[in-house]
């Protein structure tokens, strides 16, 4: 297994709801990463899981949590979101805890707030 | 803060041809990781080509290779013999150790059959 799998593909999910992001990748990888991407812009750094603890980026809002149940399995549950938070979430691995070698990305879950 | 910059946001080439993306970055680091990923429209990122900031060979991979001048803070990609499949976007992004990698805004190649 050489892949990153992200469930759902799509999600379309009102303000009001709670939400979760899957993430999985079965490779071995040490450290697991979240990105959002918007329309026509590059991927921003949400969170990093490496060294077994998990790194927030301090720009990221409360509305987004992440979970690491175990080493294989990224999960980004999503309560009370907001329009803009529309975007394409990946989820990478990397093989190493420091991201070295580069990531290996999942195809990403689309989301659309509404 | 590291950023990094591509000033191309869109480039073209016609099939077989070469073509170079340019990419800069500001780093106060010494050790740190280059990467050139691929975004086609399926989305998902791919990694290109890799380059360790403490090595002066240039990396390559098959038709991918890198200008990487670090006095000058500069890693553009070169593709040789261009393909319909390597349209795409393509991010160079910037890493040191642990810190999560950072991407510039990308630029959008198109290949002419």
């Known amino acids: ?114 | 803060a590291q950023t990094v910059t591509q000033s191309q946001p869109e480039m073209s080439v016609q099939e077989a041809e070469t073509v170079t993306l340019s990419c800069t970055y500001d780093t106060s680091e010494n050790n740190y990781y280059l990467f050139w990923y691929k975004q086609p429209p399926s989305r998902q990122m791919i990694l290109v080509i890799r380059q360790e900031a403490y090595k002066q060979q240039n990396a390559t991979e098959n038709r991918f290779s890198v200008n990487f001048q670090k006095a000058a803070k500069s890693f553009s990609l070169k593709i040789s013999d261009s393909q319909l499949g390597d349209t795409a976007m393509y991010f160079c992004a910037f890493m040191k150790r642990g810190r999560g990698m950072r991407f510039g805004a990308g630029t959008r190649l198109t290949v002419k059959p």
Not at chain 1, 60 to 72: A, I, K, T, Y
Not at chain 1, 89 to 104: F, I, R, V
């Open chain 1, 1 to 114: 297994d050489t892949e990153v799998t992200q469930t759902p593909k799509h999600l379309v999910m009102g303000m009001t709801n709670k939400k979760s992001l899957k993430c999985e990748q079965h490779m071995g990888h040490r450290a697991m990463y979240w990105y959002k991407q918007k329309a026509k812009k590059p991927p921003e750094l949400m969170f990093v899981y490496s060294y077994e603890k998990l790194s927030i980026n301090e720009s990221v809002p409360s509305r987004f949590s992440p979970e690491c149940p175990n080493s294989s399995l990224l999960n980004l549950h999503l309560h009370a979101l907001q329009p803009e938070d529309s975007a394409l979430y990946l989820c990478a691995s990397s093989q190493d805890w420091d991201g070295n070698y580069g990531y290996t990305f999942g195809s990403g879950t689309r989301l659309t707030v509404v």
